[in-house]
Nanobody, 126 residues
Framework: QVQLVESGGGSVQAGGSLRLSCAAS????????MGWFRQAPGKAREGVAA???????SYADSVKGRFTISQDNAKNTLYLQMNSLKPEDTAMYYC????????????????????WGLGTQVTVSS
């Protein structure tokens, strides 16, 4: 089973940028739907961005135009480039994988994603 390890979180001022990375223990390209999720204190975990096996992407409305999900197949690494960060982006960010493609959206049931990392904290100050 694939193991996922996130990195790249940190503290940044509003308007700044961060790039999160998710290193997978095996080749994920065209095999797994990959997603980024986040959970702020006191709030439910929500989908942020998803990347399907055919390369199609899905974004939450709150991050469209600011965040970009991508994958380096040679490195088995998923990225989330986050620009124009806002204080409301403050959360623990998780990488997740769903074996197989299809129905790979930010609003897909989180139970479909069978593999999760431990998360990386992002804090945006105003």
């Amino acid at each position: 089973q694939v193991q996922l390890v996130e990195s790249g979180g940190g503290s940044v001022q509003a308007g700044g940028s961060l790039r999160l990375s998710c290193a997978a223990s095996e080749y994920t390209y065209s095999r797994y739907c990959m997603g980024w999720f986040r959970q702020a204190p006191g709030k439910a975990r929500e989908g942020v961005a998803a990347l399907d096996t055919d390369g199609s992407t899905s974004y939450a409305d709150s991050v469209k135009g600011r965040f970009t999900i991508s994958q380096d197949n040679a490195k088995n690494t998923l990225y989330l480039q986050m620009n124009s960060l806002k204080p409301e982006d403050t959360a623990m960010y998780y990488c997740a994988a769903k074996l197989g493609g299809g129905y790979c959206y930010t609003y897909s049931p989180q139970g479909y994603f069978g593999y999760w990392g431990l998360g990386t904290q992002v804090t945006v100050s105003s």
